[in-house]
């Protein structure tokens, strides 16, 4: 028999039995598990019993089971570590950026920020929680592969214009969560994001297109992206308020805007010709900018000299006519001396820029004698320059100096330098 199991007369066989056990046969020592595992076992084992047969016990006839009181306190004690266990299932903890939404029985019943909370455990409370602060990114028109390389999606990407042509436009939309309770309500299944992302998809796809459907192709795909990308972020985040989805749209960005595939050749062909025709237009216009200003002063200079000759003619014939009144009125008071003194006069003008000299001696003799004086004073100039002394006036006139007693009495004589 083992050493643990109890002998036939009550008295355990156990070595350190007695070293359990006081005088009065009660165990003084902590109990043996085995015992413990067995006592247990048999308590369950009578409450069984006991509610299957009415209460008393089968074999003695309606005496009480012994032990009962011990196993009512038992059954109360695994009861309550039972309810510690689920009451401590309702503690849970909410990082930074996060929301917890309580429902009881799957109604709203409060949200808690960050840090340690409790709630009342299943089936009475369960608790949702939602980031709030990351920003997820939808695209509409492509998909971006884990490799970075993209996936355009014509059926999301081809819209139609105001003028009728069809653009490949594709935009990525970043948004995130401002009131976690409408996503948990409005959106359901949040957790598996994939229904909020496709909310936000068809959303920014049914606004981007009746922004595009009100402008052109070309506003589309030159000057106008930032203000459709503005305009239908816009629209997006009236869209997603209208259903009460608590997303927040953060950013709307276009990363492509061009015609169709097809026609690209054809329209970059088109893009070239319009390029060079407003550089042509610069260049003209710079051109413009450039003589515009020269002819116009140029034209502002000669209409001012134009009236400056007009009053210097004006002035000079006003002089010459109140000097010829002059002269007249002198004239009518002396006749012949008026008559001399302009012939002298124009005799003085004609000759004071003549080269020519003539001398006639009719007194004394029938030599003529004539000086290239514009020589000799050309001459002089140059000497002077070369050398600093003075040249000889008697020895430069005996060598210019020649005369004729047979010849005539009047030389003419050109004094225009030899070449």
Avoid: C
């Avoid at 070293?19 to 009578?46: A, H, M, T, Y």
């Avoid at 109604?107 to 709630?119: E, P, R």
């Avoid at 001399?340 to 080269?355: F, G, H, K, P």
């Amino acid at each position: 028999m083992p050493w643990n199991q109890p002998g036939s007369n009550g008295n355990d066989d156990d070595p350190w039995g007695q070293r359990n056990r006081n005088s009065n046969g009660r165990q003084q020592g902590p109990p043996d598990l085995d015992e413990v595992f067995r006592q247990v076992k048999e308590r369950i084992d009578g409450m069984f019993s006991r509610t299957k047969g009415g209460g008393s016990d089968n074999n003695g006839g309606g005496n009480s089971v012994p032990g009962g009181n011990a196993g009512k306190g038992s059954m109360f004690i695994l009861l309550l570590v039972g309810l510690g266990f689920w009451l401590a299932t309702g503690f849970y903890t909410v990082d930074q950026g996060e929301q917890a939404i309580e429902l009881r029985f799957g109604k709203y019943s409060q949200t808690n920020g960050a840090g340690l909370n409790w709630h009342f455990p299943t089936p009475f409370e369960s608790v949702e929680i939602i980031n709030t602060q990351r920003e997820n990114t939808v695209q509409v028109g492509y998909r971006e592969g884990v490799a970075g390389n993209k996936q355009h999606v014509p059926q999301e990407a081809l819209m139609l214009t105001q003028d009728e042509n069809i653009i490949d436009i594709q935009i990525a939309v970043q948004y995130d969560v401002k009131d976690p309770a409408d996503l948990l309500f409005n959106v359901s299944e949040y957790n598996s994001r994939d229904l909020a992302d496709a909310v936000v998809r068809q959303a920014a796809e049914s606004a981007v297109r009746e922004i595009v459907g009100r402008n052109t192709m070309d506003f589309a795909i030159t000057e106008g992206r930032e203000q459709i990308a503005a305009e239908t972020q816009s629209l997006v985040q009236d869209i997603l308020d209208r259903y009460q989805t608590g997303i927040n749209v953060v950013t709307v960005e276009m990363q492509d805007a061009q015609p169709p595939e097809q026609v690209q050749d054809s329209f970059a062909d088109v893009v070239r010709a319009r390029e060079d025709e407003q550089r042509l237009k610069n260049l003209a216009e710079a051109y413009a900018n450039d003589i515009i200003p020269k002819a116009r002063g140029f034209a502002s200079r000669i209409s001012q000299e134009a009236e400056a000759y007009k009053a210097a003619v004006i002035a000079k014939a006003e002089g010459e006519t109140s000097r010829f009144n002059q002269i007249r009125t002198e004239y009518a008071k002396a006749p012949s001396i008026t008559r001399d003194r302009l012939y002298l006069e124009a005799m003085e003008q004609v000759y004071a820029n003549t080269t020519k000299m003539m001398i006639d001696q009719t007194a004394g003799g029938n030599n003529v004698m004539y000086l290239p004086l514009d020589q000799l004073i050309k001459n002089q100039s140059s000497s002077k320059a070369s050398n600093p002394s003075r040249l000889n006036t008697s020895q430069a006139l005996g060598e210019n100096f020649s005369g004729n007693s047979q010849g005539s009495t009047t030389r003419s004589v050109d004094r225009t330098p030899r070449q």
